[in-house]
């Protein structure tokens, strides 16, 4: 009866929470965050239509990151109506729900009743970064559920199964091949192996799955990389690669990072209060305070009462969710690249609190038959006030009542040489005419080298006009510290052409884009010189 159960429990639960992730999604809106803007649209457009030889970064220096993983957003949000295409991205990052709830069963074994469970599963499923990425182009997310799977088999693998072990390296590793951020999460579970009963065997299988699951998934694109550019992350990491294609420094955003230990030491307690030094946009977030607190106070009880709180399995998680947090502070402190923790903390959260009321100090303030009650209360109403503390970040969103599907001007038509030069741009790109050509100008922090691979490409395609035309992009009524880089043009001998009419795109987030005609600098000269002559032989 036990297994019939569970067994019909498994796709309760996993149908729950894809729905829950699709309920979310449709109530949220339409995606159009700045990232989706910028290069995931186009990543994926260009991976399906083999653009990456013909464009020149239209998505900016993040053109040259892995596109496989924003291709199924891409493939959904150009196959499906809206609001279907959100509806199933978000079930699909609903997910993690399901693998939270496994989890949970994993670390507390027969304390994980239901109301445990749902405990995990609100703690889980209101984390401000989780919450806000449902149903977007982020990877964070989506990349999340293999690394909640891989996490899960080494925290179940209590045979010491090496085919279990390989497939965890295969699922974190593929995450990491996806998005290289990951990798910070790929270190911590290779480091909590150090406690498996036999430790070099367990992370020799788990490392030839890593390296497998890596290959399989940005082996492709790493080679592609190293063929064009030199370097296999290019544009990244070029004082290691020394790339002739990019900058001789590595591209690394430090907006985020903590100014101090002390600082760094603070990060968990600022998002406690809502500040948000680890994010652009404000959220609040009491999970990581939480766990310290907890952490400590489990500590503490077991020191005071001799008596070892923390089971193995126990600390080996707490091994990978600290190395991976330690990594991810002073590799990135994006707060997004943490959502895998994000999620964790709903069970680590739980098996903290039923460690420490274990412990004889607290048991002994309950009957025997009433502890079990007393550890559903205690975590449900911790739940409740998480979810009701926490508070999502908002990357921007349109009501599905109104999509965005802009429609071109009959000038803009025909397939032309598009110069775009403003970001974020990249997403007009899957909009425009088949067999166009689309050339960033813009790009600061990776400009295009002079006699290189890209300015080749651009010269050459400039070399050869297309029917429609060059056409120049940038936001209408640019603001005075975002201007867009006419002077860009002038490196290809162009300019905007005065006389004629430009045309409007209908921008994602109410800013039109100006298209503007742009013709040769020479032949205005030219033309000028004949009208000039001309008048004066009158």
């Known amino acids: 009866m036990v297994i019939a159960r569970r067994r019909l429990a498994i796709p309760l639960v996993i149908a729950g929470s894809a729905l829950a992730g699709a309920l979310y999604s449709y109530v949220a809106g339409e995606d159009i965050n700045w990232d989706w803007q910028n290069y995931h649209d186009y990543a994926g457009f260009a991976l399906s239509q083999g653009r990456f030889d013909i464009d020149v970064m239209p998505g900016g220096f993040q053109s040259f990151l892995n596109p496989l993983i924003y291709l199924l957003p891409y493939a959904l949000r150009h196959g499906l109506d809206a609001p279907w295409w959100g509806v199933a991205l978000g079930a699909l990052h609903g997910l993690n729900l399901a693998l939270i709830t496994w989890i949970t069963r994993v670390m507390l074994g027969a304390q994980a009743r239901p109301p445990v469970l749902v405990a995990a599963v609100l703690i889980a499923a209101c984390g401000p970064m989780s919450l806000s990425e449902v149903g977007t182009s982020f990877a964070d997310i989506l990349t999340a559920i293999p690394i909640l799977a891989g996490i899960g088999l080494i925290l179940t693998d209590r045979e010491q199964d090496g085919r279990r072990l390989l497939l965890a390296g295969l699922l974190i590793g593929a995450a990491t091949g996806l998005k290289l951020t990951n990798a910070t999460f790929l270190i911590g579970a290779g480091v909590c192996l150090l406690l498996a009963a036999r430790p070099l065997a367990a992370m020799l299988s788990f490392g030839a799955g890593s390296v497998a699951g890596v290959l399989a998934a940005g082996g492709a694109w790493a080679f592609k990389m190293w063929r064009d550019f030199g370097s296999p992350l290019f544009p990244f990491y070029n004082t290691i690669f020394h790339s002739p294609e990019a900058p001789p420094a590595s591209i690394v955003d430090t907006r985020f990072m903590p100014q101090s230990l002390a600082d760094a030491l603070a990060y968990p307690f600022y998002w406690l209060v809502g500040l948000h030094p680890s994010s652009e946009w404000a959220f609040r977030d009491p999970r990581f305070a939480l766990v310290i607190v907890l952490l400590l106070a489990t500590i503490a009880a077991g020191v005071w009462c001799r008596r070892e709180l923390l089971q193995l399995r126990d600390r080996q998680f707490l091994i990978f969710f600290w190395v991976s947090y330690v990594l991810w502070m002073l590799a990135f402190s994006i707060q997004r ?37 007393a550890q559903h209360v205690v975590a449900v109403i911790i739940a409740l006030a998480i979810v009701l503390w926490s508070r999502p970040t908002d990357w921007t969103r349109r009501p599905w009542s109104d999509p965005y599907r802009p429609q071109l001007a009959a000038a803009l038509q025909s397939p032309a040489t598009f110069l775009l030069l403003q970001k974020p741009l990249g997403h007009v790109v899957s909009r425009l005419p088949a067999g166009s050509r689309i050339y960033q100008l813009s790009e600061l922090v990776l400009p295009v080298v002079p006699g290189g691979v890209l300015d080749r490409r651009i010269r050459a395609g400039l070399a050869d006009p297309l029917p429609g035309g060059i056409w120049a992009l940038y936001f209408s009524k640019s603001s005075a510290d975002n201007p867009p880089r006419l002077e860009a043009l002038e490196s290809y001998d162009l300019k905007i052409d005065p006389s004629r009419a430009c045309e409007r795109i209908a921008g994602v987030d109410r800013i039109d884009i100006e298209a503007c005609p742009v013709i040769s600098r020479a032949a205005s000269a030219s033309t000028a010189g004949l009208d000039g002559a001309g008048r004066a032989s009158n």
Do not use: K
């Open 337 to 373: 690249y943490l959502i895998p923790l994000e999620l964790l903390s709903a069970p680590l959260i739980l098996l903290l609190i039923t460690r420490l009321m274990a412990a004889p100090q607290l048991s002994r303030s309950f009957d025997v038959s009433a502890r079990p009650r």
